[in-house]
T-cell receptor
Framework: NAGVTQTPKFRILKIGQSMTLQCTQDMNHNYMYWYRQDPGMGLKLIYYSVGAGITDKGEVPNGYNVSRSTTEDFPLRLELAAPSQTSVYFC??????????FGNGTRLTVT | RKEVEQDPGPFNVPEGATVAFNCTYSNSASQSFFWYRQDCRKEPKLLMSVYSSGNEDGRFTAQLNRASQYISLLIRDSKLSDSATYLCVVTRSGGYNKLIFGAGTRLAVHP
């Protein structure tokens, strides 16, 4: 039982490049989330999903896209990377009101 | 004004000390409250939920004051392993997907 797995752990992108952050969970949770955490700031919700085929915007969705074709996977897509997207990205999942289970995070630098 | 505010610290305390953190929230409709712990460069993990009547888990005690809109975390008999950042988390309007994270309070316990 791996929980929530994120890949890659680190990535450096040039401005304008695109990439997909992968997230998969093996707990059969319906809810999945993407957060970003900037230094000295709280986690901010980018997108979330309440089940396969259903996604919705969080507080800071601009510059990102998501899809949820299966219960297990919730990839986050950056189409045109910008320096403002330099951050640590956390994927999480939960079932109903159960506590969030977080992945280990992806450290992204855009230069 | 941030929706959830915490003193960033750091709180530097000796082993065995008692330390307390407060967190204020601005949305009076917030319904659920939590403390998460985040170790350096790691993912957040749930420490404890906060209930209206207050609750205790070993050396940790959490309190909620709805009238003044703050929650608190008390740590007794601090251990070196308690060194971490403590995140205050509230729900915006009842839904679990509407978690709002504070920026965290850093605790450093020294010998």
């Amino acid at each position: 039982n791996a929980g929530v797995t994120q890949t890659p752990k680190f990535r450096i992108l040039k401005i304008g490049q695109s990439m997909t952050l992968q997230c998969t969970q093996d707990m059969n949770h319906n809810y999945m989330y993407w957060y970003r955490q900037d230094p000295g700031m709280g986690l901010k919700l980018i997108y979330y999903s309440v089940g396969a085929g259903i996604t919705d915007k969080g507080e800071v969705p601009n510059g990102y896209n998501v899809s949820r074709s299966t219960t297990e996977d919730f990839p986050l897509r950056l189409e045109l990377a910008a320096p403002s997207q330099t951050s640590v990205y956390f994927c999480a999942s939960s079932e109903g009101t159960s506590p969030l289970h977080f992945g280990n995070g992806t450290r992204l630098t855009v230069t | 004004r941030k929706e959830v505010e915490q003193d960033p610290g750091p709180f530097n305390v000796p082993e065995g000390a008692t330390v307390a953190f407060n967190c204020t929230y601005s949305n009076s409709a917030s319904q659920s409250f939590f403390w998460y712990r985040q170790d350096c460069r790691k993912e957040p993990k749930l420490l404890m939920s906060v209930y209206s009547s207050g609750n205790e888990d070993g050396r940790f005690t959490a309190q909620l004051n709805r009238a003044s809109q703050y929650i608190s975390l008390l740590i007794r008999d601090s251990k070196l392993s308690d060194s971490a950042t403590y995140l205050c988390v509230v729900t915006r309007s009842g839904g679990y997907n509407k978690l709002i994270f504070g920026a965290g309070t850093r605790l450093a316990v020294h010998p």
